[in-house]
């Protein structure tokens, strides 16, 4: 009975040890896909960012050109409201002249 006791412990152990096997080789395939999942999404991730950073720099060029001609034209307008309230001081030197 010994004999056949060791001999069924065997064979279980060879069976767990099999299974064992498939369980480790299903773990790193699902392991594998994991990565490429997460590569994937790290890349997509990556590329989204660039894309919003680009959208944002691109706003903020945009709104400082925005702020910029307006100051142009305000300096604009206040300059021909200048030069128009000194021309009559000028033709009225030139009268006096």
Do not use: C
């Not at 498939?22 to 989204?48: F, K, P, T």
């Not at 925005?66 to 021909?80: E, H």
């Amino acid at each position: 009975m010994g004999w056949k006791s060791v001999q069924v412990q065997r064979e279980i152990a060879e069976w767990k040890q099999e299974r064992l096997e498939q369980v480790r080789v299903e773990r790193e395939r699902s392991n594998e896909e994991a990565r490429s999942r997460y590569l994937a999404s790290r890349l997509r991730s990556e590329q989204v960012k660039h894309l919003v950073e680009r959208a944002a720099a691109q706003t903020a060029i945009e709104a400082g050109r925005r702020t910029q001609a307006g100051l142009d034209d305000r300096f604009l307008l206040r300059k021909r409201w200048t030069d128009a309230r000194q021309e009559p001081d000028a033709a009225a030197e030139m009268k006096v002249s």
